[in-house]
């Protein structure tokens, strides 16, 4: 029976660390049930729980599996063997995201706010119900505002005895993580993982078949939801096409802007309808919360607020909106790149497999045309455009310029 590592996709490593902490984590608990008897020596090996720790830190380029790991940890903890066996109540709950003492908090909009981590950070220093640990994931903690992080901070210092707080992050890198908040965590590094660990688990676990197993684990390059999106789901493809017929249609300035246009807004409707089913069952359930429609005494009062939480409602809505957008344009532009890296690749003869197996031909007559030095100039202008919108540049007008700059080389 697969346990709740199974799923770490490559990372060997992490899944030795995380482990080796699940059992100490359940040495420190047993320790507390079976104190030992008054007069008898403390025993001499190691302290229980010497590989665990209160805070910790997942890192790694996106789609390695963060917030995997950081949800299998957080299973184990829980798990009534102590070892995320993967079929006890304790890891099963975990997993569906239903355990009473385990909190995940997914930044829905660009940032994580203050209020939500004062509120986490008080609710998560009670006492854990299961008789076991609270468990805090904060998937993108990269997205903490700065009081957020101070708040944040505060009870990573001084962690109540129980509590166990799992982040998630791009990197240590000190605008990923504060410095201080790191200097209290223990770091787990992912890697990126292969294309053919990525095909291995699409076959076993989602039943690919494996030559389809190993075309999506390529193009997602080392992206394991992207890879099974692909594998799975004929629109995602559909839109990775799209993106790939790019670079043949850039034949003038008109074209080089109705590709930006066309990139846009085809960002903007992947984004639409992953949001669309959330955003309606929260406004219903909203409305039904707030009993739309009633008319008693004290309903004007009732409504004045409800108006104030129905926008509330909105804001959140349209930054996730914003988020999903992002989200969706950045993956268009990492296959762009790869399929300039895969021109560049070919200009140079370099003996390596491409990242778009289906449009190696295209990417090899692109650097027979432009040559290496072309080939990269467009590479870095897709990277560019990525770093752009990262700092904020106006989506519409990063893309234009790059799409510019893929045209004229
Ligand atoms: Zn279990």
Known sequence: MPDVFADLVGQDEAV?????????????LHAAHHPPAAGTSPGTGPA?????????????????????????LAAALQCVHGTGCGTCP????????THADVRLVVPEGLSIGVGEMRALVLRAASTPSGGRWQVVIIEDADRLTEAAGNALLKAVEEPPPRTVFLLCAPSTHP????????????????????????????????????????????????HVGRARRLARDPEARKRRDAVLAVPRRLTGVGTALDAASALIEAAE?????????????????????????????????????????LKDLEKRQKS???????????????????????????????????????????????????????????????LSCRAAIEANVKPRIAVEAMMLSLWKG
Do not use: N
């Open 269 to 309: 409707a992947e984004a639409e309808a992953s949001v669309a089913e959330t955003d309606a069952a929260e406004r219903a359930a909203l409305q039904t919360a707030l009993g739309a429609g009633g008319t008693g005494r004290g309903a004007a009062g009732a409504a004045r607020g409800s108006a104030g939480q």
């Open 48 to 72: 229980p729980g010497a590989g665990m720790t209160h805070a910790w830190i997942f890192t790694g380029p996106p789609g390695s599996g963060r917030s995997v790991a950081a949800r299998a």
């Open 320 to 382: 996730r909106a914003t988020r999903a957008q992002r989200d969706a344009l950045d993956r268009a532009l990492v296959d762009l790149a790869g399929f300039y890296r895969d021109a560049l690749t070919s200009a140079l003869r370099a003996p390596v497999a491409p990242v778009h197996t289906d449009t190696a031909a295209l990417a090899e007559a692109g650097g027979q045309k432009w040559a290496a030095e072309g080939a990269l100039r467009r590479l870095e202008a897709v």
């Open 16 to 28: 030795d660390t995380l482990r080796r902490a699940a059992a100490a984590a359940a040495a420190v």
């Open 90 to 97: 304790g890891c099963h709950t975990t997993l569906a995201g």
């Open 175 to 222: 605008d990923d993580v504060s410095v201080t908040i790191r200097s209290r965590c223990r770091v787990v590094p992912l890697r990126q993982p292969s294309a053919a660990a990525v095909a291995e688990v699409l076959v076993r676990r989602d039943g690919v078949a494996p030559d389809v197993a190993q075309w999506a684990a390529t193009a997602a390059q080392g």
